[in-house]
């Protein structure tokens, strides 16, 4: 069965801090897809970025970076210098190579304090 | 990056009233999905299509339906509503061949 685990219900940091949320994951399928989705206050997710298991390599975008590790199945994501616009809820999730839905995750609450 | 539109994106309603939260997009996409979201932010599958004339049920069960009769278009009906109901509606769609959704802004539905 697949699941999405985020640990981290709520978390909050200073403005200008580095935040990393972590997601661990279970599936048997040897393909699938990673997510991470943001959700701001207004409501609406935000697709961030997609993994496929076949590529560990490590992303960077601006102040975003995600590192997978299969080894301890991880998909965690890191922002660097953060900022008061970052604070939303932010779900990590998977996707099966067979199967048209996405588990999320229960989502990690980030508050960015001034 | 799929285009996609929810209206209304408040509503509330009183119970017992049939309701339908309208759900768009114009990229063409094939799959499209309901999801509902409690307060607690946890998401919940609730109907999802695979293109016109398919409508499948998600992973919790709800007592609303939807229906496909065009691509673009996907709307999902309560008969009556119920202070249960009450919850943020997520509609999303996804390209063929490609496996991330892309959202909608959402309605918030409130059931007096």
């Known amino acids: 069965a697949q699941k999405v685990t985020q640990a981290q219900t709520e978390i909050s940091v200073v403005e200008k801090e580095d935040v990393t949320l972590d997601c661990v994951y279970e599936?048997?399928?040897?393909?699938?897809?990673l997510f991470w989705y943001k959700q701001p206050p207004s409501g609406e997710l935000v697709f961030l970025i997609r993994?496929?298991?076949?590529?560990?390599q490590n992303e960077i975008s601006g102040r975003y970076s995600w590192n997978f590790q299969k080894s301890t199945s991880s998909f965690n994501f890191t922002i660097t210098a953060s900022q008061v616009v970052d604070s939303a809820v932010y779900f990590c999730?998977?996707?099966?190579?067979?199967?048209?839905?996405?588990?999320f995750g229960k989502g990690t609450r980030l508050h960015i304090l001034p | 990056e799929a285009d996609i539109y929810q209206t209304p994106r408040y509503l509330v309603i009183g119970t017992g009233k049939k309701i339908t939260l309208e759900c768009s997009q114009t990229?063409?996409?094939?799959?499209m999905y309901w999801y509902q979201q409690d307060p607690g932010m946890e998401l919940h599958l609730i109907h999802y299509?695979?293109?016109?004339?398919?409508?499948e049920k998600g992973d919790l069960s709800s007592e609303s339906t939807v229906s496909r009769i065009r691509t673009e278009h996907f709307p999902l009906t309560l008969e009556s509503a119920r202070p249960s109901h009450t919850s943020q509606y997520l509609c999303?769609?996804?390209?063929?061949?490609?496996?991330?959704?892309?959202f909608g802004p959402g309605t918030r539905l409130t059931v007096t």
């Open positions: 993994r496929n298991s076949f590529d560990e």
């Open positions: 990229m063409g996409h094939d799959k």
């Open positions: 299509s695979y293109g016109v004339n398919s409508t």
């Open positions: 999730a998977l996707s099966e190579n067979r199967d048209d839905k996405i588990i």
């Open positions: 599936t048997r399928d040897t393909t699938y897809y």
């Open positions: 999303a769609s996804r390209a063929q061949g490609r496996y991330e959704q892309y």
